[in-house]
């Protein structure tokens, strides 16, 4: 079966960086457009950013251009997301989530379980 685990969350203060990461298994990686989504607190799950199967091209929700970088790594199954000069509004839970074939940023395959980021001011 399909797995996305997340990982790298953490609690950091304001300006700090955090990495995470999306480990895939049970899916052919490299077949699937991958992507960030976000959740806050008594909030909806918002998209983050997201990159096509080969990792050609990225695409960033305005709240983190410019700050965020996402990549993949498609020999190793894995996906990142750099996430620099955090503020307290990023603090939420993190999904990683995977989309067979043509590009989207709302609808999406698989999810991961989420991992929390908490950024204090």
């Known amino acids: 079966q399909v797995q996305l685990v997340e990982s790298g969350g953490g609690l950091v203060q304001a300006g700090d960086s955090l990495r995470l990461s999306c480990a895939a298994s049970?899916?052919?990686?490299?077949?699937?457009?991958m992507g960030w989504f976000r959740q806050a607190p008594g909030k909806e799950r918002d998209f983050v950013a997201a990159?096509?199967?080969?990792?050609?091209?990225?695409y960033y929700a305005d709240s983190v251009k410019g700050r965020f970088t996402i990549s993949r790594d498609n020999a190793k199954n894995i996906m990142h997301l750099e996430m620099n000069s955090l503020k307290p509004e990023d603090t939420a839970v993190y999904f990683c989530?995977?989309?067979?074939?043509?590009?989207?940023?709302?609808?999406?395959?698989?999810w991961g379980q989420g991992t929390q980021v908490t950024v204090s001011s």
């Open positions: 049970g899916l052919t990686f490299s077949s699937y457009v």
């Open positions: 989530a995977a989309r067979y074939g043509t590009w989207s940023i709302s609808h999406y395959d698989y």
């Open positions: 990159i096509t199967s080969g990792g050609a091209f990225t």
